[in-house]
Each structure stands twice: as structure tokens, then as C-alpha cells.
């Protein structure tokens, strides 16, 4: 369904992605891994046209993403999960989830769209009176459960998590990580998730692909990552500061 | 002979005049493009109606306030110098033309620079720092639509109403020193300064205003767009468009004063 090949990517005389091949299977949820600054998000931004690849095709359902011709009806097979939330700041809880159906081609009369997103709360442990509130108002762990309800509030095919558990103590990156599991499964929808968190890696994904040196340095099922020979792979996963990958002390 | 003694400020002076010409071209697509998504649906009627309220409504005690004084200390000033020359009954005449024609619509656009250009500049770069513009797009919202198109015609459409109204302070201002504590008549004063305006200065005066209005609020969308990363990022984009947006409106201004009253 996404399949990416020979992507290059550069900010300046920085050289960020030198090269990603990757595919994802309809209903499939792939976890991206890697250390900081080695293109994940730029990875998932390249595929949502939010940042243009320099080389290489990237193409969803077989639509090359650069060259698509209806943006909003392209951009409606997506949900996306920020890091932060992202989160719109000045209006309330119940309008930041139903953002989409309040305007654009899936707009829906106003009580509708509220009911939609009263119940999408709900479906990620938030109860109503949240609603009326704003993003400022709740907690980190509140502001990811209203970032993944407003993600699959127009009940999207593809789903991307950039980092859904940074920032949560170990019970609520737990919880995020069930909800996030049993969204995917239940809507059947292709998930694309980017995380540094094991303990994510092993809840979410049915098959891993390792980012490093701006390619795809290992790719497999979750089921075999641990197997898995690759040194640089071995050194992530157990988080060891020696090994092939450079850090700096 | 050493030839980068000669070269190196060339150079420098050369680096400076490319990315002078570049961040002039960027603008200038920016400003377009505002106009072209300010003619095409769709249209954010709620957004549009919040920016009216925060650049127009929001924006009348400081605008008001910088007018009534600005009024009376040009009243005084027109008096006390009047006097050298024995030309003190002038001061009607040149409140309402220095009001309406110079600092009504000058004074109105550097507060309005100061108080929507920082605030929006601020807002829309922490959007963009936090991903919020990202998730815009994500959600099939065009970010020039749901925030620059709005404010900028908010800007465009109140900019001018509060010009008028900072004109008529701004008399109100000099009206009151000149009848109480300067010995003018008051019905006398108030005929004196209708009497001497005329339709073109009302004219220049709203003209400006929607001028200001367009160059404040879209310094503070392009500079907020453009914003680099972190509060550092928010910062700089929030200083750099107050800047940008009080230069342009004092060389609009001249020309502007130019192209209605040259002779």
C-alpha cells in the first residue's frame, strides 16, 4: 500500500535519508526505529507530501505522492498522530477532534460532527466533559488520547504515530500503546509508526524496519528482531553504548 | 597584491544582496498568493470573524488612546508654535490636516504593528515550532486559507474603520486642549475643521489604513510561516515582522502622500 524506494533527502548540505526502500502492506503496522536525527520523521513526512524527497518515488494505493491530483481527497486516507499532540491550541477539545469533519469535503452538520467526536474520546478513555475543554487544560497523557482520537476520527486507511509514547511515564505509554494496537486492529487500517521506545516496538508493530546512515539497515517481523544479527540492530535493541553505533559521550 | 582584501567585501556585499533580492521575491509570492487564496474557496467564515474581533475590535483602546494624545499634544505644539509667527488661530485646521491626513493613519499602522503584527507573528510560529501547521495539512486544511487569508483581510477591511475612528479622536484630542486650556471656541473650532477638510483627505486617510492594514497583518502571517525552530525561532520571526511590518508602512506612507497630494 506505501512503498517507498530510492528516497533521497537533504537539508542544506545535510544529507538525511540517502536512499529508503520500504513497503507496507494494506493492514499492516510497521514500526519504524532508529536513533535521533536519522530521518524517521522526515520519512513520514515525505510520504504525507509535507516535505518533498529530492530522488526517488514514493507511492501510496500506487499513487505517486508527488504528483497527486486531488491533495485533500489523497490527504483524507490519512491520520496522524504527533509527537507533541499538535494539538490546536485555541480551540476546544471536542473541535481540535472533529477538525475534519467541521470543514473540507467530509464536512458534517455541527451537533453531528461533536457526537462523532464525543464518541472518539470515548474510544480512547476520555469522557465527555473533556469536550468543552481546552488542549492546555489536560495532561500530556490526555493531550496524546485527544492527538490519537483526532487521528481516527474520520476513520482513516493509513495511520502514522511519530512517537506516540515520548514524554509518558511507563503506565500511560503502556495505555497509549493498547489503545494504539487495538485502534490499528479494529479499523484494519495500515499503521506507520516511528519510536526509539522497545517497549512500543514489541506492542504495536507486526513488522520492524531499522533506520541508520540515512537507509534502511534491517527489516523484518517483530518476531525475528530479536534474532536478528545485524550488530547495529543488536546494539538498539538492547541499548548498548558499545557497539557499531557511533554516540557521543 | 593580495586580491581578497578587494574581493572578500565584495563578496560579503554580494552574499547580502542575493539573499536581500530572495527573502524580497519570497515575500512578494507570499503576498500573492494571499490574494489569489483570498479569491478562490474555500472561505473560513469563524476564523475570519475571530480575526475581525482581535484586529479590529480588540485593537480600539490602543488605538484610541493613542490618538486622543497624540490630538492634544499636536493641538499645543501648533499653538506654541503658531504663536512665533502670530498664527495661533490655525490649530482647527492643522489638527484635522495632521490627523487625518499624516498621524491618524501613520500612528494607527505602527499600533497596529506593534499589538496584531507581534501577536500573530508569535501565534502562527509557535504553530509552526509545536507542528500545528503540519497538522493542518494533514488534515486537508491549507494553512495560507485557515490563517493568513483571514487575518490579512481582517487586517485589510478593519484597519481602515479604525483609522477613521483614530482620526475623529485625534480631533476629539486637540478639540478638547484647544477649547480648555487654549481659549478656541468650541462650536466655532469644530466648524473651522470640518469646513477645511476635504474629501480627499478622508480619502488618503481610509486608503492608508487598508494599506497598513494588508502590510501588518501579512509581515505578521509571512514572518510567522517563515519562523525558525525553538523560542529562539518564535522570537526572531515575532521581532523581525514588527520590523519589517513598521518599515513598510512608513515607505507606503510616503508614497502613498506622494501619489494622492504631489503636485
Known amino acids: 500500500m506505501i512503498e517507498l524506494s530510492n528516497v533521497h533527502k537533504s537539508f542544506g548540505s545535510k544529507q538525511i535519508l540517502r536512499g529508503v526502500d520500504l513497503n507496507v502492506a494494506r493492514g499492516e503496522s510497521l514500526v519504524i526505529i532508529g536513533g535521533s536525527g536519522t ?49 490546536f491550541d485555541s480551540i476546544p477539545v471536542w473541535q481540535n477532534v472533529a477538525f475534519r469533519l467541521l470543514r473540507g469535503a467530509l464536512k458534517r452538520p455541527r451537533a453531528e460532527a461533536r457526537e462523532i467526536a464525543i464518541e472518539k474520546l470515548r474510544r480512547v478513555g476520555l469522557s465527555p466533559d473533556v469536550a468543552d475543554q481546552l488542549p492546555a487544560e489536560l495532561s500530556g497523557g490526555m493531550q496524546k488520547r485527544v492527538g490519537l482520537a483526532r487521528a481516527i476520527a474520520a476513520d482513516p486507511e493509513i495511520i502514522f504515530f511519530d512517537e506516540p509514547t515520548t514524554g509518558l511515564d511507563p503506565i500511560m505509554a503502556g495505555v497509549i500503546n493498547d489503545l494504539i494496537r487495538e485502534i490499528v486492529v479494529e479499523m484494519g487500517a495500515t499503521a506507520m509508526t516511528i519510536t526509539h521506545d522497545m517497549t512500543s516496538v514489541r506492542a504495536i508493530s507486526d513488522t520492524v524496519a531499522m533506520l541508520h546512515g540515512g537507509k534502511i539497515r534491517w527489516s523484518g517481523p517483530v518476531a525475528e528482531m530479536d534474532s536478528g544479527e545485524d550488530p547495529y540492530l543488536q546494539q538498539f535493541i538492547t541499548g548498548s553504548a558499545d557497539g557499531p553505533i557511533a554516540t557521543l559521550r | ?94 489638527v484635522a490636516i495632521g490627523m487625518v491626513r499624516e498621524l491618524g493613519p501613520v500612528l494607527v499602522g505602527l499600533m497596529i504593528a506593534a499589538r496584531v503584527t507581534a501577536s500573530v507573528a508569535a501565534e502562527i510560529a509557535t504553530m509552526k515550532v509545536t507542528e500545528q501547521i503540519d497538522a493542518l495539512v494533514t488534515l486537508s486544511t491549507h494553512p495560507m486559507k485557515y490563517l493568513t487569508v483571514p487575518r490579512v483581510l481582517a487586517g485589510l477591511l478593519t484597519v481602515p474603520l479604525l483609522v477613521g475612528i483614530g482620526d475623529i479622536i485625534g480631533i476629539y484630542g486637540g478639540w478638547l486642549v484647544s477649547t480648555q486650556s487654549l481659549g478656541f471656541n468650541p462650536a466655532s473650532y469644530m466648524q473651522n475643521t470640518v469646513n477645511f477638510l476635504q474629501p480627499i483627505d478622508v480619502l488618503s486617510s481610509l486608503a492608508k489604513g487598508a494599506v497598513f492594514g494588508f502590510i501588518a497583518t501579512l509581515m505578521g502571517c509571512y514572518y510567522g510561516m517563515q519562523s525558525g525552530r525553538g523560542a529562539q525561532g518564535v522570537g526572531a520571526a515575532t521581532k523581525s515582522s514588527v520590523v519589517a ?6 515607505a507606503a506612507n510616503f508614497l502613498l502622500t506622494q501619489a494622492f497630494f504631489s503636485v
Open chain 2, 245 to 250: 511590518a513598521a518599515i513598510l508602512i512608513l
Open chain 2, 1 to 94: 597584491m593580495n586580491f581578497g582584501v578587494i574581493t572578500r567585501p565584495l563578496a560579503v556585499l554580494g552574499h547580502a544582496s542575493l539573499g536581500a533580492l530572495a527573502g524580497l521575491g519570497r515575500l512578494v509570492i507570499f503576498a500573492l498568493a494571499t490574494v489569489r487564496h483570498m479569491l478562490t474557496p474555500p472561505f473560513y467564515s469563524r476564523e475570519f470573524i475571530s480575526a475581525l474581533l482581535n484586529v479590529g475590535y480588540l485593537s480600539l483602546p490602543v488605538v484610541g488612546l493613542t490618538a486622543f494624545f497624540t490630538g492634544g499634544a499636536l493641538a499645543l505644539q501648533i499653538y506654541s508654535g503658531g504663536a512665533r509667527f502670530s498664527a495661533e488661530a490655525v490649530v482647527p485646521q492643522i
Open chain 1, 39 to 87: 530521518g524517521k520523521s522526515v520519512t513520514l513526512k515525505c510520504v504525507l507530501g509535507l516535505i518533498m524527497p529530492d530522488q526517488g518515488v514514493i507511492k501510496v494505493d500506487g499513487e505517486d505522492v508527488t504528483q497527486t491530483g486531488d491533495r485533500d481527497a489523497f490527504l483524507a486516507k490519512f491520520g496522524m498522530l504527533f509527537q507533541g499532540g499538535a494539538l
